[in-house]
């Protein structure tokens, strides 16, 4: 997926530090997963970095920017460091980010959200997740990577660029989430959507292949963002590799911002 060329005033290159101002926010109304608990919704779009982001923003790949000690969670049937996927800045008040690891070994992604394959970790004050094995200090695992010549696994760092959802996109979003609240007769019948709903973007409602959070369906769970997988073939030139199934990534939190939760769906 190729970055957005923006530029600010006087045609200068509009900095990742910039475009970290772009921000969601609280509504204070969601009540659950189908719920927008922030808005506006905002468009993701990656940009590799020349040097490694070391400031407490939105982000994938890399090392953690930890706000508090570092804690790397391990696969439970392994033993092995969870790969760290990103951190995304949690909306609010308070400065918080919530840390994404997936275990990966040549299988779907996240599909359970409480296996301990999937970590979200919160800082500051966050809890850790009762299934989440957390490794001794200074354990270090692998990051985010996409394929290289040869089948080479090379890491990559990307920044976040947050810019507001193009309307009619926006608009697509929310008749697919409608449709499927008509499908889980949570809501008055909506006809079926017919164009493309956009993939990767933080706040507003989630745009689920299946028409359920699975597994996070309860009312103390709020959606956060979501972005699509990529980057199987090798000669594909995606910016990362995730494998979802052909599907995608899911971050929720708790209504009070202090733990997380992960989907993969795949279509």
């Not at 508090?68 to 800045?89: A, K, Y």
């Amino acid at each position: 997926m190729k970055s957005k060329s923006r530029v600010g005033r006087e045609g200068e290159p509009v900095s990742w530090r910039s475009v970290a101002a772009v921000f969601s926010r609280p509504t204070g109304q969601a009540t659950g997963p189908y719920d927008a608990a922030f808005l506006p919704r905002l468009a993701m779009s990656f940009r590799a970095v020349t040097e490694p982001v070391t400031e407490p923003v939105t982000k994938f790949g890399g090392r953690p920017v930890w706000l508090e000690e570092p804690t790397w969670p391990l696969d439970p049937s392994t033993g092995e460091p969870l790969v760290f996927i990103g951190q995304f800045r949690v909306p609010g008040e308070e400065l918080r980010l919530a840390y994404l690891f997936l275990a990966e070994d040549d299988r779907v992604m996240g599909m359970d959200p409480t296996s301990g394959e999937a970590v979200v970790l919160v800082q500051p004050g966050g809890r850790v997740p009762s299934f989440a094995v957390i490794g001794p200090p200074g354990t270090q695992g692998r990051s985010l990577w996409r394929w290289g010549a040869d089948e080479t696994e090379i890491p990559v760092e990307l920044s976040v660029d947050l810019t507001p959802m193009p309307p009619e996109l926006d608009a697509e979003a929310n008749h697919h989430a409608a449709w499927w609240r008509y499908m889980r007769h949570e809501g008055p019948e909506v006809r079926l959507p017919s164009g493309d709903e956009p993939e990767d973007f933080m706040g507003g409602t989630a745009v689920l292949p299946n028409g359920r959070a699975w597994g996070v369906e309860d009312d103390s769970w709020q959606f956060l963002c979501q972005f699509a997988d990529r980057g199987e073939e090798t000669d594909s030139g995606d910016p990362f590799f995730l494998n979802f199934g052909y599907g995608s990534g899911f971050v929720f939190m708790s209504s009070d911002h202090r733990e997380g939760r992960f989907l993969g769906d795949c279509t």
